[in-house]
């Protein structure tokens, strides 16, 4: 079970990674270009990942602080449905959305690691 436990962290922080990588690649897009979907699917990772490190903990051993990882919850809400919306809508992304993104992307990492 260890294993799978690391696993998920793998790809869980290997999400994180992919985040902050989509605000450089939406950098690099025109000015008018719609949000890269990548942000939606990674954060789904991050969702999915998240969820079954919280729920396999009895099976890990492991002991996770249940208002830390709701507050990282609803922070990923956030970042998700904000993705959904603009990847739905094919809008050109504002300029504010990709910074606003990723710094709660930076949000979620501080709480990851600060809140203990
Ligand atoms: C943008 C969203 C997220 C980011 C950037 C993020 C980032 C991180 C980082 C950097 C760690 C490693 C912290 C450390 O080892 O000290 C971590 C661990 C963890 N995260 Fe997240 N996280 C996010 C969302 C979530 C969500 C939604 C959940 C689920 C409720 C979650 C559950 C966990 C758990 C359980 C661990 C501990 C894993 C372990 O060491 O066994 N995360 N996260």
Redesign the pocket.
Known sequence: MEFV?LLL?FL??L??AL?VGMFLVQRRAPADAPLNPGWLHI?AL??IT??A??LL?PA?D?E?NGMK?GI??L??LV?GGLALTYVIRRVPAPKWLPPSLVG??VV??GI??FWT
Request: aromatic share 4%.
């Open positions: 436990r962290v869980h922080l999400g994180m985040l954060a991050q969702l998240g969820l490190l919280q903990a890990t492991a996770y990882l990282k919850t922070v990923l970042i709660l992307v979620n990492v990851a690691v």
